[in-house]
């Protein structure tokens, strides 16, 4: 007796988000998929630490298109720059635009979630045929369009992926708000004479928290996606900046004879954006452990 006294209080203690790391810890893949998303952001990060030239200089002419070796790991492409500072450097602009991206997205979704949820009626029914609206454009279509129009660049396809990635989170945001609003917390708020903007947002969006997370990092694929699309099609960030997107587009004009031109920034795409969505669905089944039978 006395010692399940002692350490009852131990369990009190625990909050949820301990019991959600204890099943996000669980998950392999999950971790995995974190750990290659941390060195990945490292590397960004540290690049002009952890690579031998600018990504633009065109340094090695006289090697060019030479294939891997143990000074050019990523081999040299048909300018004369190093693949590995490249592909590094390509990390950069896909993970910016990916998390700025998911940034807008909650920035957008979490208020039309939360109006959605709690007031219901007319503002729910609105708010969901803006939805259908968004839900029925293809992304890559309007990007194009869009891209065209304005010759493409960082702002056109962060404008894009915002405009398309926010549906995910306000619908995740709406469903959460709509579960909570009768809750006993939330009645007695009213009866306390407490604003409709108070209860949002004093009581129901910090009980979002879950969801906005999920939502957020399920964003940033997309945005990588989106942006690797536009890159390939030319009407992405513009050259001589390094992106993935642009390189495999290059490369594929030498895929039969130079196949690293094309290999390399593809397996980095691929990599990156499975490592993300594998921490995004384990967070998701840590942070809603109802998902988890399903």
């Known amino acids: 007796m006395s010692e399940a006294l002692v350490t009852a209080p131990k369990y009190r203690q625990r909050s949820p988000f301990w019991f959600a790391w204890k099943r996000f810890a669980g998950n392999r893949a999950a971790i995995a998929g974190g750990l290659v998303l941390a060195i990945l ?74 109006l959605a949820g709690y007031f219901g009626g007319k503002t729910d029914w609105f708010i969901m045929r803006v939805i259908e609206l968004f839900s029925v ?88 996606m989106l942006e690797a699309s536009l890159s390939f099609l030319g009407i992405g960030v513009p050259p001589p900046t390094a992106t993935w997107g642009q390189m495999i587009s290059e490369g594929i004009d030498f895929m039969f004879f130079y196949w690293h031109l094309a290999l390399f920034p593809t397996a980095a795409l691929a990599i990156t954006v499975l490592a993300t969505t594998l921490f995004g669905d384990g967070l998701r089944d840590a942070l809603d452990p109802t998902l988890k039978g399903r």
């Open 137 to 224: 454009v293809p992304p890559l279509l309007a990007a194009m369009l869009l891209g065209a129009l304005t010759r493409g660049g960082y702002f056109t396809i962060l404008l894009i992926a915002a405009l398309f990635g926010w549906v995910n989170v306000c619908l995740l945001v709406r469903a959460e708000i709509k579960a909570f609003r009768e809750k006993e917390f939330v009645r007695a708020a009213q009866a306390l004479g407490a604003s409709p903007w108070y209860i949002i947002r004093r009581h129901l969006i910090p009980n979002c928290v879950s969801p906005i997370i999920v939502g957020f990092v399920l964003a940033i694929p997309l945005a990588m």
């Open 41 to 114: 952001i490292l590397m960004a990060i540290f690049a002009p630490l952890i690579t031998p030239s600018d990504p633009t200089a065109q340094t090695f002419r006289a090697e060019a298109l030479a294939f891997p070796s143990a000074q050019h790991w990523f081999g040299i492409d048909n300018l004369g720059r190093d693949f590995y500072t490249r592909i590094v450097y390509g990390a950069r602009v896909s993970l910016t635009i990916g998390f700025s991206a998911a940034i807008f997205s909650v920035i957008i979704g979490i208020p039309l979630g939360a």
